[in-house]
């Protein structure tokens, strides 16, 4: 279908058209809250479903199975009358004449809000970008948790232990919650899961590194919380490697500063986040950083009626001159706020400006094991993990998807056997079903 036609199929509406790209935890918030309210919201994105990106990482070690945490968008919106989902990748947008392109033909609006997010920063490392394993999707985790099997169903049927190092070994780059949660779960997968199937190989010789660029790990957390999360890794048996800087890696080897050389296979990427771009903005309206500039009502500066959230959005504070951190809660509370202005504006009131609330952050590190920094107490330990599993049940999206995750964690704590070890190769898909049924990178 060509971008020079208009997207078939939508509803007349004499209603306000908001359009909002992506369905990540912004665009998702801000359609659920215009549920039933004098606008027609058209929520895009190119995949038909939601994706809890905090537990990623439980997809990648075969903790979760990855509809445990994904929700199809069109189920969220069956009782809603004026809003409409449409699987679909933009492709620019021209203010000017109020109009969005994608690849299924074009939309006008009479608001637009940009909630694309973000996506991995290699930092200009075109090796690192090719063999690297990058986890921003649910479909990135899964690929990891394939690799990963794979891996060791190849290592059994080499005889030298020697040779069988790279495939065993695991490198996570990045020091973020990610990074360390990425990291512990790996550690009790090689310490309690692996060895009992693959009991002919040995895991004393797997190692689990995990880099970071930095002097600490958790980089805007409690010093507790930092040096909770450093030992209880080490308890772990994960090497941690503090300002070390990854240089190169060939698929192979990981080539650090000073000449150091890691070998593995397995490179997972956590160590950054670059905005998501559309074309047809102006330079001028983008950061050096790549975040589109906002004003304290989340619009874009020089666009009237365009409006950014989340990742992709910066705005400055007194006590974030740099910018909100690019983190959930942020997206979370800019949709609700946005939300509220859009009805505001309906109603002919004067909106109210943003200001970011800090409710605090958490990373967990393994089973029992967990940091939790909230705005009045900090504390660490088997607390912490309990309440950093009930915010993230709480958070998932459906009451069958809790009650999957809850059965899966209870199950594995009680047993500490995953069950979803599974190899599942995806089929070969010829030329011209590609765009359709690959994830395009």
Same mark, same amino acid.
């Given at each position: 279908?060509? +971008?020079?036609?208009?997207?078939?199929?939508?509803?007349?509406?004499?209603?306000? *058209?908001?359009? /909002?790209?992506?369905?990540?935890?912004?665009?998702?918030?801000?359609?659920?809250?215009?549920?039933?309210?004098?606008?027609?919201?058209?929520?895009?994105?190119?995949? #038909?479903?939601?994706?809890?990106?905090?537990?990623?990482?439980?997809?990648?070690?075969?903790?979760?199975?990855?509809?445990?945490?994904?929700?199809?968008?069109?189920?969220?919106?069956?009782?809603?009358?004026?809003?409409?989902?449409?699987?679909?990748?933009?492709?620019?947008?021209?203010?000017?004449?109020?109009?969005?392109?994608?690849?299924?033909?074009?939309?006008?609006?009479?608001?637009?809000?940009?909630?694309?997010?973000?996506?991995?920063?290699?930092?200009?490392?075109?090796?690192?970008?090719?063999?690297?394993?990058?986890?921003?999707?649910?479909?990135?985790?899964?690929?990891?948790?394939?690799?990963?099997?794979?891996?060791?169903?190849?290592?059994?049927?080499?005889?030298?232990?020697?040779?069988?190092?790279?495939?065993?070994? @695991?490198?996570? @780059?990045?020091?973020?919650?990610?990074?360390?949660?990425?990291?512990?779960?790996?550690?009790?997968?090689?310490?309690? @899961?692996?060895?009992?199937?693959?009991?002919?190989?040995?895991?004393? #010789?797997?190692?689990?590194?995990?880099?970071?660029?930095?002097?600490?790990?958790?980089?805007?957390?409690?010093?507790?919380? *930092?040096?909770? !999360?450093?030992?209880?890794?080490?308890?772990?048996?994960?090497?941690?490697?503090? #300002?070390?800087?990854?240089?190169?890696?060939?698929?192979?080897?990981?080539?650090?500063?000073?000449?150091?050389?890691?070998?593995?296979?397995?490179?997972?990427?956590?160590?950054?986040?670059?905005?998501?771009?559309?074309?047809?903005? !102006?330079? !001028?309206?983008?950061?050096?950083?790549?975040?589109?500039?906002?004003?304290?009502?989340?619009?874009?500066?020089?666009?009237? +009626?365009?409006?950014?959230?989340?990742? /992709?959005?910066?705005?400055?504070?007194? *006590?974030?001159?740099?910018?909100?951190?690019?983190?959930?809660? @942020?997206?979370?509370?800019?949709?609700?706020?946005?939300?509220?202005?859009?009805?505001?504006?309906?109603?002919?009131?004067?909106?109210?400006?943003? +200001?970011?609330?800090?409710?605090?952050?958490?990373?967990?590190?393994?089973?029992?094991?967990?940091?939790?920094?909230?705005?009045?107490?900090?504390?660490?330990?088997?607390?912490?993990?309990?309440?950093?599993?009930?915010?993230?049940?709480?958070? /998932?999206?459906?009451?069958?998807?809790?009650?999957?995750?809850?059965?899966?964690?209870?199950?594995?704590?009680?047993?500490?056997?995953?069950?979803?070890?599974?190899?599942?190769?995806?089929?070969?898909?010829?030329?011209?079903?590609?765009?359709?049924?690959?994830?395009?990178?």
């Amino acid at each position: 279908m060509s +971008h020079l036609s208009p997207i078939p199929n939508l509803p007349e509406s004499t209603l306000p *058209k908001l359009v /909002i790209i992506g369905a990540g935890f912004a665009g998702l918030k801000l359609a659920r809250k215009l549920k039933n309210k004098p606008v027609q919201v058209l929520l895009l994105d190119k995949n #038909n479903f939601h994706q809890f990106q905090p537990l990623f990482y439980q997809v990648a070690t075969a903790g979760l199975e990855p509809s445990a945490i994904s929700f199809p968008l069109r189920k969220i919106f069956h009782h809603s009358k004026n809003v409409i989902f449409r699987m679909a990748e933009v492709t620019s947008v021209d203010p000017s004449a109020k109009r969005l392109f994608t690849d299924i033909g074009y939309v006008d609006y009479d608001y637009l809000v940009l909630a694309m997010g973000g996506d991995t920063n290699y930092f200009g490392s075109k090796n690192i970008e090719q063999f690297a394993a990058p986890m921003k999707t649910v479909s990135e985790a899964l690929y990891i948790r394939n690799k990963i099997i794979s891996n060791y169903e190849r290592a059994i049927n080499i005889e030298k232990k020697e040779h069988r190092k790279h495939l065993m070994n @695991v490198v996570i @780059v990045g020091g973020g919650p990610t990074g360390v949660e990425l990291a512990g779960a790996m550690a009790e997968l090689r310490n309690t @899961v692996l060895p009992r199937d693959y009991p002919e190989l040995s895991f004393a #010789n797997m190692k689990v590194v995990l880099i970071e660029g930095g002097p600490e790990l958790l980089g805007p957390m409690s010093p507790e919380a *930092k040096s909770h !999360a450093l030992k209880y890794l080490q308890d772990l048996g994960v090497e941690v490697m503090l #300002n070390a800087r990854v240089k190169d890696y060939d698929g192979q080897i990981v080539t650090l500063d000073g000449d150091v050389f890691l070998e593995t296979q397995t490179l997972l990427w956590a160590a950054g986040i670059k905005p998501n771009r559309i074309e047809g903005l !102006a330079e !001028a309206q983008y950061a050096r950083n790549g975040r589109i500039l906002v004003d304290e009502y989340s619009q874009v500066i020089g666009c009237d +009626h365009i409006y950014a959230l989340g990742d /992709i959005s910066l705005l400055k504070e007194e *006590k974030y001159p740099n910018g909100h951190p690019q983190v959930a809660q @942020v997206a979370l509370q800019q949709a609700e706020h946005l939300a509220k202005n859009l009805v505001r504006m309906h109603k002919g009131e004067e909106r109210k400006a943003f +200001h970011y609330k800090d409710l605090g952050s958490m990373a967990t590190v393994g089973k029992k094991l967990a940091v939790v920094d909230l705005p009045f107490i900090k504390f660490q330990g088997l607390f912490a993990w309990l309440t950093w599993l009930f915010v993230h049940l709480m958070a /998932i999206l459906g009451v069958k998807n809790r009650l999957f995750v809850f059965f899966n964690w209870s199950w594995n704590y009680l047993s500490f056997d995953p069950s979803l070890r599974l190899l599942i190769k995806p089929r070969y898909v010829r030329e011209s079903e590609r765009k359709e049924l690959i994830e395009q990178k």
